[in-house]
């Protein structure tokens, strides 16, 4: 089918979306068998004020008054579910282009007057309100830019379809990973949607409009060129890219797509990752592959993981921020633009800028479940206005709350028309946000300028590279073996010998002793200035805190014998590659010191003809003394418990023994940083006083250093107290 380009310049710009534009003709629908006027009869009244606007609107673009353009109309909400069934309701309603458009006219960003007054409207305010792109079915010519020939014959198929024929059909594809349904008008409605985007950024591509918002539907960036998926027939955003690189070669070569829908837009990855032209940019939620689109049955087709970087000539042309989990908001969005989006765009330098503006990451879509509010969409697109000389087109993806998609696309309007962003304070970033936005940094720097600063490459320096933290450890071996002569334990099992050689030191003779500290603890913090100019840093410019130094000296003069276990945040291998490490995960860390734990009591302590046992844990590595406790009877060879906590606090109790939270509660020191979450609520702070979380006190201090040093006269004390042997006779009085 065929329909005919409307240029900008023939319309009247700034009509409710019931009008139609009077100088054009009638749209012709598919198969000849609709012919839409939208309701209004051309009449020699509105020639004759449309061509009196048409010459309004050239002087307008001379003078470089130029609106924010707006495409809608209403038969793409034709598109519906042929299978009603019992709950005939669908996420992707087609109430959702109608409500943002009840938006916009509530908002007044929509002129609803009389057609008569337009002159006026034009002479007087002429970037008042949004100018209206009419929409028009996409050719089979344009479809075909980025889908087959045979998948546009598919979808056109569909209008032949019976009723019945329709209804099984939706029922079968809304199942897995292709979550899609069809009806007897989904065909017309995917043209006029892939149509309106493509005469979108054709009239913000020809400087008609200064950027334009298509509200349009069905959405397309799930769409792949030979198939439909994901509530996407035909991937509108492509057609509208690749028909303004073909209809303007020289002023509209390289193009940034901006996604921000929550979903992944596997089809334009797919579309362009070979394509230097096309910088393609997507933040979504990946969850290891599990949130939708997922990973595709092909393992030879990339996925939405932030390591797919592009092939060939697209290398580096394809950047996923591929968020680990739901629940990102304005905090990590903003950091996602200002670390990696806009750096990056910024030294591609569009063209133009097409944003895929999915809004079911926004706050109060449960699809999605995250919450970016309108005031970050706003603050978003404005960063996306400096780019391109402002050339930006928005075009309507996803997003599933009708108030939360209405709000943010009318945050996003304004914008577009020139309000400025409101003002908002930022909260801060998740540490599984950050670590995923240094990993794309990784990913993209060999790319990228400015993506490099900071970012080394492993494979560069050879064999002759330690990591730090093995460097700091053999320090500390080296330390503590000239002070107190303690040697690495040998830890006969292959596996746990591998991870934690010299992380395990102790004092001669400890087997003889009849007082043992045991202390499990996090590696020393770090603590370093790099140079302001290079983002390096020189060894005299960063620093070693331990703040477990202290408490090894004091046991020593006190006659203990000392068991010191370094629990490393990540355990080398050789074939590390990877700059950037994050630290283990919660169970894999747990599971990792359960296995030390047990086997240095099994092996050593429980062996040992001690009278007193006291252990010590000292930040993530406290999770030990709860593993050591609920999986090994040993309350009754201990003293007490010394925990300094500032991450997550782990009830201590067990099934088999129902006195184990009562004696953990009358024999232990839990000192709790001073700004944890539980103290922040006052029913948590309840809780956490209870028998199964121990002795818990609040710190007045922040930090794990600041906390052992605020409490080390605490600490000896209740040592102290509860020795059943006297203290060595070269303690003094302050020492104890």
């Known amino acids: 089918m065929e329909g005919e380009d409307q240029s900008m310049v023939d319309a009247p710009n700034v009509f409710d979306e019931s009008h139609v534009t009077p100088v054009a003709p009638a749209v012709e629908q598919v198969g000849g068998d609709i012919s839409e006027k939208n309701g209004m ?36 909400k034709l598109h519906a579910n042929a299978d009603f069934g019992p709950s005939p309701h669908h996420p992707e309603d087609p109430r959702r282009i109608e409500e943002i458009m009840k938006m916009f006219k509530k908002a007044g960003l929509i002129f609803t ?42 979808v056109h198929d569909l209008t032949e379809m019976p009723t019945r024929e329709l209804r099984l059909l939706s029922n079968s594809l809304d199942q897995g990973r292709a979550s899609l349904y069809v009806g007897g008008m989904s065909y017309e409605a995917a043209l006029l949607a892939a149509g309106g985007c493509v005469e979108t950024c054709k009239n913000v591509a020809a400087g008609h409009v200064k950027n334009a918002f298509a509200v349009i539907r069905p959405p397309g960036h799930h769409a792949e060129y030979d198939t439909a998926m994901g509530f996407c027939l035909f991937n509108n955003v492509p057609i509208g890219a690749k028909v303004c690189q073909n209809e303007y070669p020289d002023t509209c070569r390289k193009i940034l797509i901006l996604d921000w ?106 699809l999605g479940g995250c919450f970016v509010t309108p005031p970050c969409y706003a603050h978003m697109t404005h960063m996306l206005m400096s780019l391109a000389n402002g050339k930006v087109a928005v075009c309507l993806e996803g997003g599933y709350n009708l108030k939360a998609i209405s709000n943010s696309a009318l945050a996003v309007a304004r914008t577009l028309m020139g309000d400025p962003p409101p003002k908002m304070k930022i909260p801060s970033i998740s540490k599984d946000a950050a670590s995923l936005l240094a990993n794309v940094q990784a990913a993209q720097a060999p790319f990228w300028e400015c993506m490099r600063p900071g970012v080394i490459d492993v494979r560069d320096f050879g064999e002759e590279k330690s990591r730090l933290h ?41 087997r003889t002793k009849k007082r043992v500290l045991f202390i499990i603890h996090d590696p020393p913090e770090l603590r370093a200035m790099p140079d302001i100019v290079t983002n390096t840093v020189d060894a005299h410019n960063g620093f070693i805190v331990d703040g477990v130094m202290p408490y090894i000296d ?4 006190n006659g203990f014998g000392i068991m010191d276990a370094n629990i490393p945040h990540y355990v080398t291998h050789p074939q590390d590659f990877d700059a950037y490490t994050p630290q283990l995960d919660e169970m894999t860390l747990q599971r990792q010191i359960q296995d030390l734990v047990c086997f240095l009591w099994d092996n050593y302590l429980q062996l040992y003809d001690m009278e007193d046992l006291f252990i010590i844990g000292v930040g993530n590595a406290y999770v030990g003394v709860k593993v050591l406790l609920t999986n090994r009877d040993c309350k009754n060879r201990m003293t007490g418990v010394i925990n300094f906590v500032t991450g997550s606090l782990r009830p201590i109790k067990s099934e088999t023994d129902p006195d184990l939270s009562t004696w953990y509660k009358q024999n232990s020191l839990v000192y709790v940083t001073n700004d944890h979450a539980c103290w922040s609520d006052t029913n948590l702070a309840k809780k956490v006083l209870k028998k199964r979380f121990g002795g818990v006190q609040r710190s007045s201090e922040v930090g794990l250093r600041r906390m052992m040093a605020a409490h080390a006269k605490d600490v000896f004390k209740f040592i102290g107290d509860r020795l059943t042997t006297e203290p060595s006779g070269n303690t003094t009085e302050e020492e104890k």
């Not at 004091?554 to 003069?557: D, T, V």
């Open 554 to 557: 004091w046991a020593h003069k």
């Open 470 to 510: 093995d460097v700091i450890r053999g320090y500390q071996r080296q330390v503590l073996s000239e002070k107190y002569s303690m040697l690495p334990l040998f830890i006969q099992r292959g596996v746990l010998y591998k991870s934690f050689e010299n992380q395990v030191l102790v004092t001669p003779g400890l």
């Open 113 to 154: 007057g009389p057609d008569s007054e337009l002159l006026d409207v034009l002479k007087d305010s002429p970037t008042k309100y949004m100018w209206r792109i009419a929409a028009r079915p996409a050719t089979k010519q344009e479809i075909c830019t980025v889908h087959t020939p045979a998948h546009y014959d598919w």
């Open 261 to 366: 829908d929550v979903h992944h837009g596997n089809g334009v990855q797919n579309m362009f990752y070979e394509d230097p032209n096309i910088l393609y940019i997507s933040l979504h939620v990946y969850d290891k592959g599990t949130f939708y689109p997922g990973r595709p049955d092909n393992p030879m087709i990339p996925d939405g993981n932030f390591d797919k970087v592009g092939t060939g000539l697209g290398q580096g042309k394809n950047v996923n921020i591929a968020w680990p989990t739901q629940g990102m908001g304005d905090g990590e969005y903003f950091a996602a633009f200002q670390k990696i989006v806009m750096p990056i765009a910024r030294e591609f330098d569009p063209d133009m800028v097409i944003i895929s503006a999915g809004f079911d990451a926004a706050d109060g879509d449960e």
């Open 41 to 76: 009869d051309i009449d020699k009244e509105a020639i004759e004020v449309s061509v009196r606007t048409s010459d309004a609107v050239k002087l307008m673009e001379r003078r470089g008054m130029l609106p924010t353009g707006c495409c809608y109309d209403d038969r793409m």
